[in-house]
């Protein structure tokens, strides 16, 4: 890894984390792969199938490991990605582009393609429920659970009551 992180979040896929992280990569602006290790002779997957994908996006340091027979491990919702967007447009092209093949859920959820989840959340969403107004917080929070991918002027109208 190149970055000074003491934590990196470690993704586990059966034989596809190259093409995970370089299409994660492709979704994030300042994204890059820094480093692929391959199996070797003693395996266990065949000879020159990536093991490792060091990879960052936006700064944020993962690694993905093709661990073979999956079955047993698979991603859930108990552990999620959030991305903090700072407008509606962020918001727009990280619900497509994320949720593209994969499944959209309630309250700014989805599920990539590898069945990886992430909250879109725009960083206005957080600032809105979190104001001193409570009863303005609340309306703008009753807005958003009835959303699937939160639409800033549609909390804002409902903060403004």
């Known amino acids: 890894m190149t ?10 896929f059966d034989t596809n984390g190259e093409e995970a992280a370089e299409f994660y990569v ?43 027979s999956g079955v047993d491990f698979q991603f859930n919702e108990s552990v999620s990605f959030q991305v903090d ?7 727009d092209h990280f619900w497509e582009a994320l949720g593209e093949g994969g499944e959209h859920g309630p309250c700014g959820w ?9 909250q879109i959340v725009p960083s206005r969403l957080t600032e809105l429920i979190g104001s001193e107004d409570q009863e303005a917080g609340q ?15 549609d909390i804002e109208a409902a903060y403004r009551g």
């Open 85 to 91: 967007c700072e407008d509606q447009d962020e918001v």
């Open 3 to 12: 970055t000074g992180s003491k934590v990196t979040p470690c993704l586990w």
């Open 110 to 118: 989805l599920k990539d393609k590898y069945g990886l989840s992430w």
């Open 139 to 153: 309306r703008a929070m009753a807005a958003m659970v009835q959303m699937q991918k939160i639409v800033v002027a």
């Open 26 to 68: 492709s979704v994030f602006k300042n994204s890059t792969i820094n480093a692929v290790t391959h199996y070797g002779s003693a395996g266990p997957l065949p000879v020159g199938t990536a093991m490792t994908v060091d990879f960052e996006l936006d700064g944020q340091p993962f690694v993905a490991l093709n661990g073979g």
